[in-house]
């Protein structure tokens, strides 16, 4: 009987280890993955692209012109437009 409790002991012990050998392993290959990802984010990093494609789809789109700094053409859209921007 003290046999089979010490087995159990030892067993569950292996098992606790193992499971956290795993969740490690695990956790290191997310940071990883998460490192190598190249995810980009909408408004942290001016991508004159993605304004430039917005404006071909659609030409009277105030403020995509305003992103690109193109204050000539707001005014042609919206002539009562006025810039926070002192000009």
């Not at 494609?53 to 006025?82: C, F, M, Q, S």
Request: no cysteine.
């Amino acid at each position: 009987m003290v046999k089979k409790k010490k087995f159990d002991k030892e067993l569950e012990k292996l098992l606790f280890i193992n499971l956290a050998v795993l969740i490690l392993i695990l956790s290191f290959f997310n940071m990883v993955n998460n490192r190598q990802k190249n995810v980009q984010v909408l408004g942290i990093k001016t991508d004159n692209g993605y304004w430039e494609e917005i404006v071909k789809k659609h030409p009277t789109y105030r403020d995509a012109w305003v992103e690109l700094g193109r204050t000539d053409k707001v005014k042609e859209i919206d002539p009562n437009w006025k810039s926070d921007r002192s000009e």
